[in-house]
């Protein structure tokens, strides 16, 4: 069974600077896309940032020059660094793996909250 572990969350001054990680355990899956997504009250779980096992990444467009995505294959964890975070920014933000068969696979999310 596929885990998905998130941490780094908090809370944050508008301006500051937060890293989310995300490991990714309970086998040896090959991990296909890894990524991010958020949700704020009230609106849809969107995409923030993925990345592919070969490093092909996708940002929204909300996020491109201040969010950056990375992974480490040999310890199935993704990466989240966002910079001149904004109020907006605010929201859960939840951990996705797509794995090889098994399908898509999410972790239990953590609070990102920023102050203005």
């Known amino acids: 069974q596929v885990q998905l572990v998130e941490s780094g969350g908090g809370l944050v001054q508008a301006g500051g600077s937060l890293r989310l990680s995300c490991a990714a355990s309970?086998?040896?899956?090959?991990?296909?896309?890894m990524g991010w997504y958020r949700q704020a009250p009230g609106k849809q779980r969107e995409l923030v940032a993925a990345?592919?096992?070969?490093?092909?990444?996708n940002f929204a467009d909300s996020v491109k020059g201040r969010f950056t995505i990375s992974r480490d294959n040999a310890k199935n964890t993704v990466y989240l660094q966002m910079n001149s975070l904004k109020p907006e920014d605010t929201a859960v933000y939840y951990c996705?793996?797509?794995?090889?068969?098994?399908?898509?696979?999410w972790g239990q999310g953590t609070q990102v909250t920023v102050s203005s």
């Open positions: 996705k793996a797509a794995v090889d068969i098994l399908g898509n696979f």
């Open positions: 309970g086998g040896r899956f090959n991990f296909n896309s």
């Open positions: 990345i592919t096992r070969d490093g092909k990444i």
